[in-house]
């Protein structure tokens, strides 16, 4: 279901756009008020357009009348005249548009007036085009058609944006629910005596950044980081197919996560099939141990996995080569085995944290990365104040929107 919404959401825009098509030529079942004070200047303008095929017009005689008959039908449309007892065509014009139906109604003025301050005048009253007296066939028939047409394509693109938004909001949920839910990390937190925290922030509508985690055994955890390349409505759609590998994986009888490696060497294979060309992930999986004391994990091209010692400068950067997921079939990975004791913080993030640029425009680069590390690190008796006081750091470098999704977990032994 989540990736035929996310396609859904994707696919439709041609189809989308021949119903706009469509729509801006089905133009002559809209409702055109004609307002006049004159019986043969109304008649007129409607047999020009009852020539032409327009079917629904309706008459008012005065800029009141105006009022009232709009408001009874809500035109598409009004051609309207000027000079009229009682409320005038400016006078019914501005009042028009304070009411909110018909402040995008096109509003035509047919007018005998040709002085440039009058003119002035009837626009800033809200009339949207203005055609002399008298009438002109082919001007009439010209200028109707084309704010009609105009009018009826905005409303569909409005309408499609509307439906897009409430996809987008749909997906944006599901994925949300591709992410480790409360319940989860307090039972593993417990469990295995690690407290996890995590801060996921998508560059758009949508992001192509998930992470997740697995209880193995009474003394292990099954942690990963995921990003694919780009982001957006492409990005989350991998993020699906990602997702319901594992979710695959996992509910297959019989089958063990043996190692980092060749858990990634698996995922490899199956992304290979089913991603489209130049499209690929970057992965780090990895198990804490807490019997061991130790950190094994594979990289397929992430970021460097950190360790860091909470309340200290200490950083350990780790060794994050390694093939990125979907682009060679066969590719290996290798398993890298680091200490991981109690007091140690694990700290697994997207590239953004690194490749974002700061007030000056420059990229913020690891080393000046690794600084905020360790500014954050110093003095913090707890992993979530790390978090909060990177996360601040962060801000006063950067420059907002970020142009990638941001993942940034970390995992700190108790």
């Known amino acids: 279901m989540c990736p035929t919404s996310m ?5 439709n825009l041609k189809k989308q756009g021949d119903a706009i098509s469509d729509m801006a030529e089905d133009i002559f079942g809209c409702r055109i008020l004609i307002v006049d004070d004159e019986d043969f200047n109304r008649e007129l303008v409607a047999a020009i357009l009852e020539r032409e ?7 008012a005689e005065d800029g009141q009348d105006a009022l009232t008959k709009a408001k009874e039908i809500e035109p598409d449309l009004i051609v309207m005249d000027v000079v009229m007892p009682g409320m005038d065509g400016v006078a019914a014009c501005r009042e028009l548009r ?3 139906p018909f402040k995008n109604t096109p509003i035509i003025i047919h007018t005998f007036q040709t002085d440039p301050e009058e003119r002035a005048r009837i626009y ?7 055609f002399p007296k008298p009438v002109a066939r082919g001007e009439v028939v010209n200028r109707i058609k084309m704010h009609l047409t105009y009018t009826r394509m905005m409303l569909g693109l409005q309408d499609y944006h509307q439906r897009l938004t409430r996809d987008l909001e749909i997906a944006r949920s599901m994925q949300g ?18 407290s996890i925290l995590s801060q996921y922030e998508a560059s758009d509508e949508l992001g192509g950044d998930f992470w997740g985690l697995e209880r193995l055994d009474d003394d292990r955890i099954f942690v990963y980081v995921t990003d694919f390349a780009g982001h957006g409505i492409s990005a989350a759609l991998n993020t699906f197919r990602l997702h319901s590998l594992i979710s695959n994986y996992r509910n297959r009888p019989g089958f063990k996560i043996v190692s980092p490696a060749y858990y990634l060497e698996k995922l490899n294979k199956d992304l290979f099939q089913l991603l489209p060309m130049e499209q690929y992930a970057t992965m780090l999986c990895g198990i804490i141990d807490t019997r061991n004391n130790t950190f094994s994990y594979s990289s397929a091209a992430s970021t460097a996995p950190l360790i860091l010692k909470t309340g200290t400068r200490q950083i350990r950067e780790l060794d994050p080569t390694g093939y990125p997921l979907g682009m060679i079939q066969e590719a290996a990975y290798d398993v890298r085995v680091e200490p991981f004791e109690k007091g140690d913080m694990l700290f697994l993030y997207s590239d953004v944290l690194v490749e974002s640029e700061d007030q000056m425009g420059r990229m913020i680069g690891n080393e000046q990365f690794l600084e905020m590390c360790r500014d954050s690190s110093v003095n913090v008796v707890e992993g979530k104040h790390f978090l909060q006081r990177f996360q601040k750091l962060f801000d006063m470098y950067v420059v907002r929107p970020l142009k990638d999704d941001l993942t940034a977990v970390t995992l700190e032994r108790l």
Request: aromatic residues 10%; negative net charge; charged residues 25%.
């Open 7 to 11: 396609y859904s959401a994707k696919n």
């Open 53 to 59: 095929g327009y079917t629904k017009l309706y008459f």
């Open 177 to 194: 629910a591709l992410l480790p839910d409360a319940e989860e990390l307090v039972s593993l937190e417990d469990s295995h005596q690690i």
């Open 124 to 130: 800033q009253a809200g009339a949207t085009d203005i």
């Open 98 to 100: 304070t009411e909110e």
